[in-house]
């Protein structure tokens, strides 16, 4: 049974004037390493992905494209993601009553909720721009999620061309961290974004594509400050 065909009976067992956020309540704290676990993060992906198109006014072809980065729709199946995404702009639920019931549903796993904010942030930057609209939604869905401003701005760092960075930005961690600290932080990133890990976590194995960028990042950001502590 394919994760579109899961997602479908997902949102086809919600009863006439039920919200989307229904879902979430039903498929509160799935275990890693299930299928319903991925239908959880998909669903809360498309579902804040609609709320975020709505926060710049316009959703463009090359958001929709990003989403299909992050998710390999079949054509067959376009049908099951398209009512996800339409019942999510429909819903008069806030955005915000959404990311608490997601931060729920997985009952607060940092590491998960950090991979959802990073496909949003992915698929925000798609069309060329980011937009102040989508840096305030994203800033209150993080803090809803419970993510540090330094996490926050790691993840921002990381996608945004020019948003301020540094190479201790996309590591999370402070400007004066010692050698040893950046070192421990840049491991702990490559650990966490190992693709096994990933799809433990429930990420789509589409997504983990993603995390391979994120990657060349974080080792980028470590190779400069190791190279400045040898100058």
Excluded at 75 to 85: D, I, L, M, S
Excluded at 97 to 123: N, P, S, T, W
Excluded at 140 to 154: K, Q, T
Aim: charge should be negative.
């Amino acid at each position: 049974m394919s994760i579109w065909t899961r997602i479908f009976e997902a949102i086809t067992a919600l009863v006439q004037g039920e919200s989307l956020a229904t879902v979430f309540d039903r498929l509160r704290n799935p275990p890693e390493s299930c299928p319903e676990r991925t239908v959880a993060f998909t669903i809360a992906v498309i579902a804040l992905g609609a709320k975020m198109a709505k926060a710049d006014g316009e959703v463009t072809r090359n958001e929709v494209s990003a989403f299909r980065q992050v998710f390999h729709v079949p054509p067959e199946e376009e049908a099951h993601a398209a009512r996800v995404f339409n019942l999510a702009r429909q819903d008069v639920a806030g955005f915000d009553a959404y990311a608490r019931k997601i931060r729920a549903m997985f009952q607060g796993d940092a590491a998960v909720l950090q991979d959802l904010l990073e496909g949003l942030f992915h698929i925000s930057v798609a069309d060329g721009h980011y937009h102040p609209r989508e840096d305030a939604f994203l800033t209150e869905v993080a803090e809803i999620f419970g993510i540090s401003d330094a996490c926050f701005r790691a993840i921002r760092a990381r996608h945004v061309p020019d948003a301020p960075k540094s190479p201790h930005d996309v590591l999370g961690i402070r400007p004066d961290a010692t050698v040893e600290e950046a070192r421990s932080a840049w491991k702990a990133l490559v650990r966490e974004n190992h693709p096994d890990r990933l799809v433990a976590r429930g990420v789509p194995p589409e997504a983990v594509e993603l995390a391979q960028d994120r990657l060349v990042a974080v080792n980028a950001a470590w190779e400069e400050i190791a190279a400045r502590e040898a100058a």
